[in-house]
């Protein structure tokens, strides 16, 4: 299978992602996407604290909340916008908006095409490496040719193209071939040609 990509640049081989020790810290703050869990508590008023999802046009509904847009905010973002809300009926509402499930904003999202064993979009994580997506989508199928494998990156407006070697990170145990993974990434294996 030959796969054509119109105005797409070939960059070679990315670097191995640094080790990240425990104690790195946070990473940016999490934006809530489409099919994200959500607990919203509201302090002193248990009838309103609900657990929701959010809704494939991005919208969220609660107790006194209808169609609120979810999308793109941080859990904090969205408690003060809940408030606002909630302050019609109740006076000085306190609200926090827990991630229970994570699937995050399709732009944060990693998508694995092709021959991974459980090809599928995953939500991007704070220092993720490509031995994590690797693991999430359970490994390679017999027939990938993993050695082969492409990561498409949109850099500075431009579309960009780099080569992986997934099958020496998996099987031989190749640490270098271990890359950083960034949200938006789009991970394509091949079928091998035998």
Not at 57 to 82: F, H, N
Request: hydrophobic share 40%; net charge negative.
């Amino acid at each position: 299978m030959v796969i054509l990509m119109a105005g797409c640049a070939r960059h070679g081989k990315l670097p191995a992602a640094p080790f990240v020790p425990p104690d790195e810290g946070p990473g940016p703050n999490y934006l809530i996407g489409p099919g994200d869990g959500l607990s919203i508590h509201v302090w002193r008023s248990p009838e309103l604290s609900v657990g929701v999802t959010v809704r494939p046009d991005g919208r969220m509904s609660m107790p006194l909340v209808e169609d609120l847009p979810a999308t793109g905010k941080t859990p904090s973002e969205l408690a003060r916008d809940i408030e606002e809300q909630l302050g019609v009926y109740i006076t000085q509402p306190i609200v926090t908006v827990v991630v229970q499930a994570f699937f995050g904003p399709f732009s944060q999202q990693v998508r694995v095409v092709g021959e991974a064993a459980s090809p599928q979009a995953i939500p991007y994580r704070a220092n993720m490496t490509l031995l994590d997506v690797m693991i999430q989508v359970g490994g390679l199928t017999e027939f990938a040719a993993g050695d082969r494998a492409t990561l498409i990156r949109f850099e500075d407006g431009e579309q960009k193209e780099y080569r992986l070697e997934i099958e020496s990170l998996l099987k031989d145990g190749d640490i270098s071939a271990n890359v950083k993974i960034l949200p938006g990434d789009v991970l394509i294996i091949p079928e091998s040609i035998l």
